[in-house]
């Protein structure tokens, strides 16, 4: 936006009178009637886990009646566009970021900006470091592909053959989810993984490299896939097959047509990267801060696995789920 | 190349093949020899390649990013390029998913196709009247047609489409899938249209040299504004094959798509200069693309190679074809 001469005037100095009457002390602001605005930052506006977390941090906004911004590039995951867009928030001057990275490295300089300006960060989903935060909320990839994987291998008396769907290879989520599946494929010396092949996170990727991989080996007792839309990809190609049922498959960020497979019996299982409870969170950790409070520098939400046992109690979209407390979260972190 | 004016169409009377002229046979004989090259380095690497199912799969690999690339062949054939077959996929995947789901499933083909048709001819009309290069004015339809999709789909994704829908993606035929039957019936009626009509010839000859076509009183304006409604069509067309294969639809469904299309334009050796090529051509340059990651997934060929290995393969494909292109044209003059 641009001002004019007047404009500007006026703008320094009110501003300039503000200043001089000491009557905004920045921290103070929320307390004294004044509506906050925090802007809130996704990955893209395309994959519904944003969409969860978009829901998760309207709730919070709706409870603490902050103005809440959502900042998303058009271009999804876009590092250059989402530096762009850090920039001019950083000459709006929001009272606070609630952000993710689109590349945990790359955006480090525009958050130090951001950090230089004085607008309170709470870093979400993705941790970042080498920044001022007042907080990260969120999971961690390793422990939960860790975590899903063990209870699949469990399931299986700790013997069968697996195949290993990969994200996005140069993703630092994908990395870390193989380095999980591999740690939990060290504990289990019955397993044998028979391939792991990229499938890019997405839906027709994943299905076609699948059926190529059922081209080459009859028989695949489970199937580890680094997130839900290519678990529920490769539950399509293996039914077109005819070979449903007789294989397991598990994902990680419990989307709605996953949970939907999971309830019908046609995959095993799920862990809910929970989204939802980590924007929710981490909006009301802006609050918080914003009224003065003392935060935890870091909260990790707990695993939840979702499978035919309690399939029946999740939610299926984030609009009907239930909000975490704050008091819980912070406890165990 | 001349064809198009009147001693042309004598020699190639004379001399043709299957439709086509020696030179042009060349490049589809060429074009071939790589693919041959391929499949039996594939055969001797890996016993999993030549099995009925697997040249099945790899058919029905290939067959949506050939509907796509089919029409962006016209488009290519006169010189002109068309970047938004990605995103009209896209949107006309969202439009018909929506609809189908929602229970109108008549509708929802019709309006798919016709938003991908009305995307086309707004590119057309760009293009042919308001003399806009095709690669800026298909590049704003690729903005226009995505931000489209995002508002229709507020990040949301459409799953679990009907059955009888569904037969269009994952039917047989027989032994024969019915996206490859679809493929093949396209073949088909695109080469007569495009060489046995004054229509097609006429794509040829604005593709060669537009000035003279327009010169010798062809309607050049009217013929561009077809090819690049066909191609819009043509990329609704592939939608509805996607969304029946992996049964759900969202916003970036197309993103991905728009570069290998254009691969398997030029794999096939149309000219991105214009005038020669063909959808023959094409359909041989989707099935390397599809062989290509057949291939690595049979090998199993490890996640941070694949990249690499595709772009070696892509080149030398290439450069095999102008090989034996050249031998052969050293044979016969």
Redesign the interface.
């Known amino acids: 936006m641009l001002l004019n001469r007047r404009q500007f005037a006026t703008a320094t100095m009110s501003v300039g009178a503000a200043t001089a009457l000491g009557a905004l002390p920045f921290a103070g602001a929320i307390g004294q009637g004044k509506k906050a605005t925090i802007a809130f930052f996704v990955k893209n506006v395309t994959n519904p886990f944003w969409k969860a977390c978009r829901i998760g941090a309207e709730k919070a906004g709706k409870e603490f009646n902050v103005t809440l911004e959502v900042v998303a590039p058009t271009k999804p995951d876009n590092i250059e566009e989402q530096t762009r867009l850090v920039e001019d928030w950083i000459v709006k001057k929001p009272d606070a970021f609630v952000f993710v990275p689109v590349d945990y490295k790359a955006l480090v300089p525009s958050i130090q900006k951001a950090n230089k300006a004085g607008i309170p960060i709470v870093n979400y989903n993705n941790i970042m470091t080498d920044i001022e935060k007042v907080t990260f909320i969120g999971s961690d990839d390793e422990y939960l592909e860790y975590e899903i994987c063990k209870s699949l291998f469990k399931s299986m008396n700790g013997k069968g053959k697996v195949v290993h769907i990969d994200g996005v290879p140069a993703a630092i989520t994908a990395q870390n989810r193989k380095k999980g599946f591999e740690r939990a494929v060290k504990d289990f010396p019955g397993i044998e993984v028979l391939a792991s092949q990229p499938g890019q996170y997405r839906r027709l990727p994943a299905q076609q490299v699948f059926e190529n991989l059922m081209q080459r080996f009859p028989e695949i007792d489970a199937v580890v896939s680094a997130n839900d839309d290519m678990a529920v990809g490769i539950v399509e190609a293996l039914h077109a097959a005819g070979r449903g049922g007789k294989t397991k498959v598990i994902g990680i960020d419990g989307i709605p047509d996953a949970i939907q497979a999971i309830a019908e019996g046609k995959m095993f299982a799920t862990v809910d990267f929970s989204g939802h409870d980590q924007a929710y969170l981490a909006v009301q950790a802006a609050v918080r801060h914003l009224k003065g409070e003392k935060i935890p520098p870091l909260v990790m939400l707990p695993v939840f696995i979702i499978d035919k046992g309690n399939v029946g109690t999740v939610a299926r979209t984030p609009e009907e789920r239930k909000v975490p407390s704050w008091e819980q979260a912070t406890r165990k972190a | 190349m001349t064809v198009g004016t009147g001693t042309a169409r004598v020699t190639l009377s004379q001399r043709e093949f299957l439709g086509l002229s020696p030179d042009r046979l060349f490049v589809v004989v060429s074009r071939v020899t790589a693919l041959v090259a391929l499949c039996v380095a594939l055969a001797v690497f890996?016993p999993?390649f030549l099995?009925w199912?697997?040249i099945i799969?790899v058919l029905?690999?290939a067959a949506?990013l050939f509907l796509m690339s089919a029409g962006l062949t016209l488009v290519v054939l006169t010189g002109g390029i068309d970047l938004s077959v990605g995103a009209v996929l896209g949107l006309a995947a969202c439009i018909a998913a929506s609809l189908i789901t929602s229970g109108f499933p008549v509708f929802g083909v019709v309006a798919a196709l016709a938003v991908g048709l009305s995307c086309g001819l707004v590119n057309g009309l760009l293009v042919a009247y308001a003399r806009i290069p095709s690669f800026i004015a298909t590049y704003g339809m690729l903005?226009i047609a995505?931000?489209l999709a995002?508002v229709f789909m507020?990040?949301?994704?459409i799953?679990?489409l009907p059955a009888p829908f569904r037969v269009i993606g994952?039917g047989f035929a027989g032994p024969i899938p019915v996206p490859v039957l679809i493929m093949i019936g396209t073949i088909i009626v695109l080469h007569v249209v495009l060489h046995r009509t004054r229509l097609g010839r006429g794509i040829y000859a604005i593709g060669g040299n537009p000035v003279a076509a327009r010169l010798s009183g062809m309607p050049v304006q009217r013929r561009l504004v077809f090819v690049y409604a066909m191609s819009g069509l043509m990329a609704s067309f592939a939608a509805l094959v996607?969304i029946a294969?992996?049964?759900?639809a969202?916003?970036?469904?197309g993103?991905?798509q728009l570069l290998p299309a254009i691969a398997a334009v030029c794999l096939g050796g149309t000219s991105l200069f214009g005038g020669v090529g063909g959808v023959a051509g094409t359909a041989v340059g989707s099935l390397i693309l599809a062989l290509v990651?057949?291939g690595?997934?049979?090998l199993?060929v490890k996640?941070?190679w694949?990249?690499g290995v595709l772009g070696v393969i892509i080149l030398l494909s290439v450069m095999a074809d102008q090989l034996v292109g050249r031998r052969i044209n050293r044979g016969t003059t």
């Not at chain 2, 507020?154 to 994704?157: D, N």
């Not at chain 2, 294969?245 to 759900?248: C, D, F, G, L, P």
């Not at chain 2, 969202?250 to 469904?253: A, C, G, M, Q």
């Open positions: 890996t999993y099995t199912s697997n799969n029905r690999h949506p903005w995505n931000g995002y507020k990040g949301e994704v799953y679990g994952t996607v294969r992996t049964n759900a969202d916003v970036s469904l993103e991905e990651l057949n690595m997934n049979l199993g996640t941070f694949q990249a």
